[in-house]
Nanobody, 121 residues
């Protein structure tokens, strides 16, 4: 089965930086896109950034200019470089992948377990 494992979360002060990583493993045939979502306490999960295998990226307006998403297709890994962090960035960050496997036709979404990012003021 497919697993997405995130790393890199933690506690930082406002203005600081973190780099999140997410590695996909398992019986993967093709990853079409990977991305990051986040969910703060009492809030709905929201899109942060996405990246296709070809390098096309998309960002939420709230993080444009501060966050950078990138892919290493050979390693089935996606990164999120977060700079100029703000307290409102505090949330659990979830890795997402739209991928197909050898076992099942078509593609579907898979989710990581989440990693906590806390930004203090």
């Amino acid at each position: 089965q497919v697993q997405l494992v995130e790393s890199g979360g933690g506690l930082v002060q406002a203005g600081g930086s973190l780099r999140l990583s997410c590695a996909a493993s398992g019986s993967i045939f093709r990853i079409n896109a990977m991305g990051w979502y986040r969910q703060a306490p009492g809030k709905r999960r929201e899109l942060v950034a996405t990246a296709t295998s070809g390098g096309t990226t998309n960002y939420a307006d709230s993080v444009k200019g501060r966050f950078t998403i990138s892919r290493d297709n050979a390693k089935n890994t996606v990164y999120l470089q977060m700079d100029s962090l703000k307290p409102e960035d505090t949330a659990v960050y979830y890795c997402n992948a739209d991928l197909s496997t050898w076992a099942v036709a078509g593609s579907r979404d898979y989710w990581g377990q989440g990693t906590q990012v806390t930004v203090s003021s």
